[in-house]
């Protein structure tokens, strides 16, 4: 008995490591929810806000909520959290899955250009018809571009750093159009260039979360389910092909997958840099190289970063907000920077 | 991998950052009068006595119905509004003003003590709703709509009223305020008089038959330098005043990015300015060396005119009066 689970320890050595990462995340899951439920600038004691989620379920429990309480919590701070929440969930997610795609572990969807492109589908898509034309306009240029970051990955792709240098360059140009169409465009219905460039969930409404999470949804479950295929095409595109799998069809599923959940996320609530490249980063040390840990590990712990960079957004400089993106770009600069200087040192 | 690639791609990574930082630093400035006091305060504390007044419905300049039957607790997210209510004397039921606010003095107070929305086109829901308002009151400038959506939703009545930027729209304005509030007679009344203000300084500055080129370049320190032009509530102003709008002439639309060029086109004879803004900037000597200002027929005459921003553009309740002062310092010797 002694001598095979040490056998098992020894073959998986990130068993250990897995079994305290969940109930970790989950736990920061609870934090972040119950401090965005209950801080901001109207104050809401803890006993209404409790009120306020019973008599959502149905439970006639803790204080009776007033109707501010109620219009706070449940009408502006709970769809910003399940925004924040599902933006995050979806860009670590796709950050695991472009990393694995492309193979190289500094693929961001934002840093590559998939972000701006959306975002540029999206601001159109706003002068049009509000959050719901930005969410498909999004979507619909998410996917075009995340074609493009494909043809370019395939010419560059000797060298990683190239992907992402051409990412970028592609990103400015991109994020220019933007640009120009903010500037262009009526001032009241499309959003201002730092939303685009920064992010920001302030506009966090029910109707936003609901068109969002339909594409968020069907997109998250393509791109979870694609966990085995990419361990197999982390061999190598040649290799894979060897063994069977149908590259090209997988490669199409997911870039339209990956490029409509940024586009969608992007039309939600802006551009917000850096939780692709950073929270599949520091997933895969704890939960190892699997794919199938990789993308769940990274799905629940971009939500957390996410909500976590929105609290700090919204409760930093009170009752002004920042956007999201500074914090994000904060933390996650960094750690671009250390594994740029990391590479070239190994 | 190639070394020099590497140095490219940190490059590029801390620009991303930097690009991040100077982001931070423009919202920074754009809300630097509402600094770290506003986390402390607690703006719900005192509540006046309740004015209810009859329930009626008033549509907005966004097409929406808004029923109204409670000003006792005012939002106020614009500076001219807030001189409106003010100067109808419904000033104590003023709960919280955004960072236009500048006047009349109790009502600045309020921004520097923390009872402020930030800026009205970048507003928080929260940042209103901690006010417990029964009215929100503001123009088309203020947004982002999702949060005029939002403070909907949580039932606090929120008025969008038209912006107005000529000086017959202050009547408008004025009689539109009075309305919501329920103040119709005091409305009526105020309007007549600003409107009788008004209309004298334009009879006065008929009395003078040049028609000189006037430019309104809007300065807020180093960084923010505009040229004001057509659309802009400065073209009123200037054309109340029986001059000509340099900037609107030269098709200038809303406000520009001031370039030597787009300023030596214009050619101004007359340039107005923010005073608080030129004094950010460093007063006369500096602006006269930003590139194209001494070229221009008020650079060479030295012919500038600064004046407090909200008092010369709010086209509010002073508007009349500050009109009459632009045409006596516009035409010198006029009207005795």
Redesign the interface.
Known sequence: MTDSSELVASADPYASRRRWFIPAVALGLLAAAWAALSL????VPAGEVLGVLAAKVGVDAFEDPS??AE??VW??RMPRLLLAFAVGATLGLVGGVLQGLLRNNLADPH?LGIGPGAAIGAAIGSAAG??QGAIAGGVAAGVITAFAVRLLSKRASI?P??I??SG?ALAAVLSAWVGFIVFAAD???V??I?FW??GSL????WR?LGTAFAFLFITSIIMLSSAHLLDVMGLGEADARHLGIDVDLVLTVLLIAAGAAVGATVGAVGVI?FVGLLVPFVVRRVTGPSHRSLLFGALASGALFVAAADLVA?LL???????V??VT??VG??V??WL??R??DA | MNRRTTLIALGIATTVVLAACTGDADTTTTSSATPAETTTSSPTTSSPTTTLIDEQTFVGADGVETTIGDVSRIVSLNGDLTEIIFELGLGDNVVGVDVTTTYPPEAAALNDQGATVGFAQQLAPEAVLRFEPTLVIGDQQVGPPEVIEQLRGAGVPVVILETQTTLDGVETKILQVAEILGAPDAGAELAERVMGEIDAARELAAADDSDPRIAYVYVRGPQVLLLFGAGMPTQGMIEGAGAIDAGAETGVFGPVAMTPEALLAAAPAVIVLPEAGLAALGGIETFLEIPGVAKTPAGQNDAFIAYDEAYFFNLGPRAGQALDEFVRDLYPGIGG
């Open positions: 901001g600038a109207v104050a109707q501010q219009a706070v009408g502006i840093l509000g959050v060298d750093t190239m992402i240098l970028v001032r009241s219905t959003p201002p730092e460039l920064l302030t506009g966090s409404t936003a840099a919204r400089i009170q009752p002004v907000e920042i956007p993106g500074l770009a904060a600069g960094p671009f920077l740029l200087t590479r070239r």
